[in-house]
């Protein structure tokens, strides 16, 4: 009984992991506006909000748990409902059995993961510098995820998961991977393909998007400005 209460307790999330996924939804909660104060406008600007909020649940996961962590977005156009819209965080750990042996070490989920608000989008065309300070770094990685256990994501570079995602890593201390890397949203639909497609550019959300910058320290600078947004 002892052992089966053990295991459980392994295979669940811990207090301060599901403290990072409440400060992600506080975060979310609270919502600022850039282009407008309805609609898309209030959609991208909760986003933005949302995404700030992941990243620093991903550097603070790197820096608890003293691993690699990585922000990642899903890539799978065969998946629309998350298609480019459904963030988590990964950090690499350790799988360990009722007697404290170390049975697997790949990539765990460190949240359930987050979806943005229908509508709003990852777009790495505007990603400024997405891919340019990477160290060697992939753009993508495979993974099956959320899972707690590390199941099949046991390679450090590729993930050897099942499921294409996008990005953005933290070092062990908490400082970035790709620094000065953008992470750019937009407002946008999807088109029978899963291609992203800006609104009508005559109409006031055509060109509504977002950015954060991530900072080699680890912290992330919002970009509201449209036209800041390339």
């Known amino acids: 009984m002892f052992n089966q209460i053990k295991r459980a ?11 990072v996924v409440i400060s992600i ?13 309805s609609g898309a406008g209030a959609s991208l600007s909760s986003s933005l909000r949302i995404v700030s909020g992941i990243a620093q649940g991903a550097r603070g996961q790197a820096i608890l748990k ?8 899903n890539n799978d156009p065969t998946d629309l409902e998350k298609y480019r819209r459904y963030f988590g965080i990964v950090y690499w750990g350790e799988d360990v ?29 505007i990603s400024n510098q997405f891919g340019a300070n990477r160290g060697g770094l992939s753009e993508t990685i495979s993974l099956n995820y959320p899972r707690v256990s590390v199941a099949g994501n046991t390679d450090l570079q590729s993930g050897a998961g099942s499921t294409p995602y996008f990005q953005y890593a933290f070092n062990s201390n ?17 088109d029978a393909l899963g291609a992203l497609v800006p609104y009508d550019s005559d109409s006031e959300n055509g060109f509504l998007k977002a950015a954060v910058i991530f900072r080699r320290a680890g912290t992330t600078t919002p970009v509201t400005d449209p036209d800041a947004v390339q």
């Open 9 to 19: 307790r392994c295979q669940a999330f811990t207090l301060i992991e599901l403290l």
């Open 25 to 37: 939804i506080l975060i979310a909660s609270s919502i600022i506006f850039i282009g407008g104060n």
């Open 66 to 73: 003293n691993a690699e962590t990585r922000l990642i977005i």
């Open 97 to 125: 059995d009722s007697n404290g042996n170390v049975t697997a070490t790949g990539w765990k989920a460190a949240t359930q993961g987050t979806s943005l608000p229908d509508g709003i989008y990852f777009d790495p065309v």
């Open 174 to 190: 908490g400082t970035s991977a790709n620094p000065n890397e953008w992470l750019g949203i937009r407002a946008g639909n999807l």
